[in-house]
């Protein structure tokens, strides 16, 4: 073997470890990137938020992010039951930015006293006496 030759052997193998780790360098700032990357929010067909109005379906002009509810009356509230497995927030107000009032369990019986014309929020009381709202959707009646 001759000093070109080993040179050469030298020369080659450096290249293909610079070449290496440049793939690597590059692989890992892609790994990185998308794992930087938020997912994309879901969007819920009961969601008020007009950004996230579904597929298809332009958003409503309005410029309050929340929209005025107006409850219809129910003539007598009937027992319910909590079907969202995390439980439930009980708000002041049928508003996602209305004040918290407490919380309600997996499973807690309470009384639906009435509903929302789009049904998006039912105002309950619970067996303590404390009222409030809760998303709709999130119970099922009992027999």
Same mark, same amino acid.
């Given at each position: 073997?001759?000093?070109? #030759?080993?040179?050469? *052997?030298?020369? #080659? *193998? ?10 690597g ?8 990137? +998308? ?48 079907? +969202? ?7 002041? /107000? ?6 918290r009032? #407490?919380?309600?369990? *997996?499973? +807690? ?5 009435? /509903? ?14 404390? /009222?409030g ?11």
């Open positions: 073997m001759s000093l070109s #030759g080993i040179s050469k *052997f030298i020369l #080659g *193998f450096l290249l293909a470890i610079a070449l290496l780790a440049l793939a360098y590059g692989a890992t700032r892609y790994v990185l990137a +998308q794992l930087a990357t938020p997912p994309a929010r879901p969007i819920f067909p009961n969601d008020p938020s007009p950004s996230a109005a579904p597929v298809g379906v332009s958003p409503s002009p309005s410029p309050s992010p929340v929209p005025s509810v107006a409850p219809s009356p129910v003539v007598e509230g009937y027992p319910a039951r909590v079907t +969202q497995p995390i439980g439930l927030i009980l708000r002041q /107000e049928p508003s996602g930015e209305a004040a009032v #407490g919380g309600i369990d *997996f499973n +807690q019986e309470l009384t639906v006293l009435e /509903e929302a014309p789009d049904g998006a929020w039912q105002r309950v009381r619970l067996a303590d006496g404390t /009222e709202w809760i998303k709709g959707g999130n119970t099922e009646k009992l027999n």
